[in-house]
């Protein structure tokens, strides 16, 4: 399915989006770090003629302009109701990967009623460790001093099942690709805003809207014990832990992860 890219001003800046189908409530997706938006393409293409699905590049990534502020998950938070007040949408259902699931516990947090459901993907709750607020700060030192091609070679071994690499080449390939496109101001920045970032688990008992809760089996970065940790502790949620997949696990298991989403959503409907 071919979807034309757009752009839209939000506070002076440039976001970059697709939108497909049409129905009355959007389905806004928010991707993960350091992605763009052509992440959540396998859903577009197969669940977009039946829903409004729209999908974007977060401020700095992708085709999306960036300005001088500091990142942080409240600045992606506050970004998203935004670009929904451009688009002249009251309410969605927002679905977001990794960092994108920070981004719509945070946003769920400080505007529940701009939400309708929400899915979480591959994503957790906790901030930060000490150690893990160190661990990316020497990242960014690495980042700084050598480029991206080091630490792009050692995010693939740790956010892709081992199989995928000889199953889906092209889908390491992509994400390989649009990590090295990024620039390296925006990784940096990002690895900032995800270290300071803080916790979400204790406002996950308030939520009180359809949530569904997708986790591959093989997830390193955030392993199925965070999402069933999410699970237990928002009411009446839904949680599938997808087999064969790591924590991409939209792109790796696409036929399963579509039909978790499109059940859901069909459900809401």
């Not at 440039?14 to 959540?40: Q, R």
């Not at 969605?92 to 947090?109: E, F, K, P, Q």
């Not at 960014?140 to 995928?164: C, D, H, M, R, S």
């Not at 690499?165 to 995800?194: D, G, H």
Request: with cysteine; aromatic share 8%; hydrophobic share 40%.
């Amino acid at each position: 399915m071919n979807t034309t890219e757009k752009t839209i001003s939000i506070n002076g800046l440039n976001i970059s989006y697709h939108e497909s189908g049409a129905s009355s409530t959007p389905v806004i997706f928010l991707h993960g770090f350091p992605f763009n938006k052509s992440a959540w393409e396998p859903q577009m293409e197969v669940i977009g003629s039946q829903y409004r699905m729209i999908n974007y590049d977060l401020r700095g990534f992708g085709n999306s302009d960036a300005d001088a502020q500091a990142f942080s998950m409240d600045l992606f938070a506050d970004d998203l109701i935004h670009f929904m007040d451009a688009m002249h949408i009251p309410t969605a259902i927002v679905c977001g990967l990794s960092m994108g699931g920070y981004i719509i516990l945070n946003a769920v947090d400080r505007y529940p009623e701009r939400f309708k459901a929400i899915i979480l993907c591959d994503t957790q709750c906790v901030a930060d460790t000490p150690e893990g607020v160190e661990k990316r700060f020497k990242t960014i030192e690495q980042i700084n001093a050598n480029g991206l091609n080091e630490f792009t070679e050692g995010f693939l071994k740790n956010v892709f099942y081992a199989e995928t690499f000889t199953r889906k080449p092209e889908t390491v390939e992509q994400i390989r690709n649009i990590i090295l496109s990024t620039p390296v101001t925006t990784v940096t920045n990002t690895l900032k805003a995800l270290a300071e970032r803080r916790e979400t688990c204790s406002i996950l008992n308030k939520i009180q809207i359809p949530t569904l809760i997708i986790c591959g089996k093989e997830d390193k970065i955030t392993p199925p014990e965070k999402a069933q940790f999410l699970h237990e502790n928002i009411a009446d949620s839904e949680l599938h832990i997808i087999e064969n997949a790591g924590h991409l696990s939209n792109m790796e298991e696409t036929e399963i992860f579509n039909d978790r989403l499109k059940n859901f959503l069909d459900a809401l409907s």
